[in-house]
Antibody, heavy 120, light 112 residues
Framework: QVQLVESGGGVVQPGRSLRLSCAAS????????MHWVRQAPGKGLEWVAV????????YHADSVKGRFTVSRDNSKNTLDLQMNSLRVEDTAIYYC?????????????WGRGTLVTVSS | QSALTQPASVSGSPGQSITISCTGT?????????VSWYQQHPGKAPKLMIF???YRPSGVSNRFSGSKSGNTASLTISGLQAEDEADYYC????????????FGGGTKLTVL
């Protein structure tokens, strides 16, 4: 079955960097676009980024553009999110998610998330 | 990009029906039939309940239905059950120079 497992979260100081990973199994990763979505504590969902199946196209939310970069390694079945210049407001659970079908949306499969806390 | 507007909370008794609204603009909800709805129980990942305005993924109860009129989408849950108590989020594709998606602020459903 489809499984997505995020890792790499933790506590980091403002201005520092962190790299999240998402390990995919149960499907052929290279067939699907993949997303990152985050959720601040007690708050709603916020779309963060999407990457095309072949990694040629990458799109990021305005709130993270220029600081976060999504990438993937289909040979290793992994999706990454490089987060630089972190801010307190980036504190959230970060989910990786896969679309329902071969299109870009909706998001039918989600990981359990990894918590990123940005604090001095 | 601004979040879609949802009521903060709704409630209903078991067996009743409730509707959650999701109001956007002509640049998101009103521009495409790419509205989806997610259910999230505390401490859990979101679960897709409705996609493309009105379609249910396999395994989702037919008590859940979706619709759209203009810039407002709606999720209706009929025959409320205790396990329906959760947070619900709408989401839409957003017209932009590059692909973007936007979520609603979420609605807490309480089953009385």
């Amino acid at each position: 079955q489809v499984q997505l497992v995020e890792s790499g979260g933790g506590v980091v100081q403002p201005g520092r960097s962190l790299r999240l990973s998402c390990a995919a199994s149960g499907f052929t990763l290279s067939t699907y676009a993949m997303h990152w979505v985050r959720q601040a504590p007690g708050k709603g969902l916020e779309w963060v980024a999407v990457i095309s199946p072949d990694a040629e196209k990458k799109y990021h939310a305005d709130s993270v553009k220029g600081r976060f970069t999504v990438s993937r390694d289909n040979s290793k079945n992994t999706l990454d999110l490089q987060m630089n210049s972190l801010r307190v407001e980036d504190t959230a659970i970060y989910y990786c998610a896969r679309p329902h079908s071969g299109s870009y949306y909706p998001l039918a499969y989600w990981g359990r998330g990894t918590l990123v806390t940005v604090s001095s | 990009q601004s979040a879609l507007t949802q009521p903060a909370s709704v409630s209903g008794s078991p067996g009743q029906s409730i509707t959650i609204s999701c109001t956007g603009t002509s640049s998101d909800v009103g521009d495409y039939d790419y509205v989806s709805w997610y259910q999230q129980h505390p401490g859990k990942a979101p679960k897709l309940m409705i996609f493309d305005v009105r379609y249910r993924p396999s395994g989702v109860s037919n008590r859940f239905s979706g619709s759209k009129s203009g810039n407002t989408a709606s999720l209706t849950i009929s025959g409320l059950q205790a396990e329906d108590e959760a947070d619900y989020y709408c989401s839409s594709y957003l017209t932009s120079s590059t692909p973007k998606w936007v979520f609603g602020g979420g609605t807490k459903l309480t089953v009385l």
